[in-house]
């Protein structure tokens, strides 16, 4: 479904054990077995080698990439063109990851015709498995069954869905109330019968998605939604620490990678400064008699 790839990859001693392909279909598989489904978000090369390495089944090319990698101030702001370039970057990135891409806000939301031509772009020109949509009303559920039919598999969003965060209140639980809880789980059934592989439950009550859980026959990825899923999701960004400011309720850092580098760069300025580097073990030797020979 993707291009073919022509970037060198590290040896395979250097790369994660080998594995087979991950695809929807065993995603299902395995997540009826009861195997807990591990993704993470990436948006560039290294990233995504790292994510290969450490054998993670999905590697989501979030519309986050946004604010953690363009610096914008929310999601809203990133084009399609935008997350082309790092959908790609991510792809050359991966061997076995299933790697699915947000649909940025404004690329789906006008009709079917738009929403299946912005996924067959990510797909032809990124590389990428899937596509990746929020919401799950009537609107949502059409854009899903026309790229379904288009070929493209699409992974489902609800709960707490960024892009229309202000709609919903701001950046905070959904689902507490009965009306709101109702919602959610109509929008996760209409997700699932509009032919999505897979959803994502975001920020909701972890008894709701305990609740909900059962009633889908696709796998269900948490991020704040509990344990009672069939997998979870973080922003790498915020798992390995390289975001300031507080983190979400559901974020548990697993590295402060932004203290080290830091630490790493203040290091180097600072030898800079002071003249320790570079030292003559890092200068190049100019043959014998050379420099005698230059103005000869």
């Known amino acids: 479904m993707h291009p073919a790839r022509t970037s060198a990859l590290p040896a395979a001693s250097d790369a994660a054990p080998a594995r087979k392909r991950v695809t929807p279909p065993s995603l299902a598989v395995r997540a009826a077995a009861g195997e807990k489904l591990v993704m993470v978000t ?32 929310s999601t809203v702001p990133v084009t399609v ?39 067959v772009r ?21 854009r899903i069954r026309a790229i379904t039919s288009a070929g493209v598999p699409v992974m489902g969003h609800v709960g707490l869905t960024p892009q229309t965060a202000v709609a919903l209140g701001g950046f905070s639980a959904q689902g507490r109330t ?18 999505a592989f897979s959803l994502v439950l975001e920020a909701i009550p972890s008894d709701l998605a305990a609740a909900i859980h059962p009633m889908l026959h696709v796998p269900a990825i948490g991020i704040g939604a509990g344990p009672d899923v069939d ?14 400011g507080r983190a979400a309720k559901f974020v548990k850092r697993y ?8 630490a790493g760069i203040a290091a180097y300025a600072d030898e ?25």
Do not use: C, N, W
Request: aromatic letters at 6%; a negative charge.
């Open 122 to 142: 990510f797909v032809k020109e990124a590389g990428a498995d899937a596509v990746k949509l929020e919401g799950g009303g009537r609107v949502p559920a059409s």
């Open 42 to 73: 990436a948006y560039d090369y290294p990233a995504a080698r790292a994510a290969e390495r450490a054998g993670v089944d999905i590697v989501l090319v979030g519309d986050s990439g946004a604010q953690v990698q363009l610096g914008y101030d």
């Open 81 to 119: 063109d935008e997350m082309l370039v790092l959908a790609a970057a991510v792809r050359r990135g991966t061997t076995t990851a299933l790697v699915v891409v947000d649909l940025p806000f404004g690329s789906y939301e006008v009709s079917d015709e738009q929403a299946v031509a912005t996924a």
């Open 255 to 262: 590295a402060s990678v932004l203290d080290g580098m830091t």
């Open 272 to 296: 800079v400064r002071t003249g320790a580097y570079p030292g003559p073990e890092h200068g190049y030797a100019m043959p014998d008699g050379v420099l005698d020979a230059l103005d000869a």
């Open 231 to 244: 997998g979870q999701v973080l922003v790498l960004h915020d798992l390995l620490g390289l975001t300031e």
């Open 178 to 195: 009965v009306e709101a809880a109702r919602r959610v789980r109509d929008d996760a059934l209409a997700v699932q019968e509009a032919g």
